[in-house]
């Protein structure tokens, strides 16, 4: 998914073990970042559903990344939901470079962000404009 921003350094590779998930904050935007098995993922931190952050304690240091809101499902290598299915947590753009990890920050306001990311999932029928299922 193509979105305004810039790549910023937010972690190293000795800061998040595999398994192992942290939360960021940048210019108000949360973003988790998960290490799976050395492959290195980033969301923003806010389920699909009702936008409950996902904290750090949410990955289950494998493959699922779960909603302490609502109990939804992902999977964290893609993001997309699990159970139920048809929704996906906000991919944040990743690149490693030697031991440093750079996530791609969104640039709008996070106003902005929220209503375009909200209104992506709208559009797809998955949740109505006071996010409920559809």
Request: aromatic residues 12%.
């Amino acid at each position: 998914m193509s979105y305004p921003g810039e790549f910023r350094k937010l972690l190293t590779l000795d800061d998040i073990y595999e398994g192992e998930a942290k939360l960021v904050e940048v210019n108000r935007y949360e973003i988790l970042v998960v290490n799976i098995k050395g492959e290195i993922k980033a969301y923003y931190a806010r389920c699909a559903h009702a936008l409950g952050l996902i904290e750090p304690n949410s990955f289950d240091g494998e493959e699922k990344i779960i909603c302490p809101v609502h109990l939804w499902e992902y999977n964290a290598r893609t993001g997309e939901s699990i159970n139920p299915v048809g929704s996906s947590l906000f991919p944040l753009d990743v690149r490693v470079e030697g031991n440093d990890i750079f996530v791609k920050v969104p640039s709008v306001p996070i106003s902005e962000f929220k209503v375009k990311w909200f209104g992506m999932y709208r559009q797809r029928g998955v949740i109505n404009e006071f996010g409920v299922n559809s």
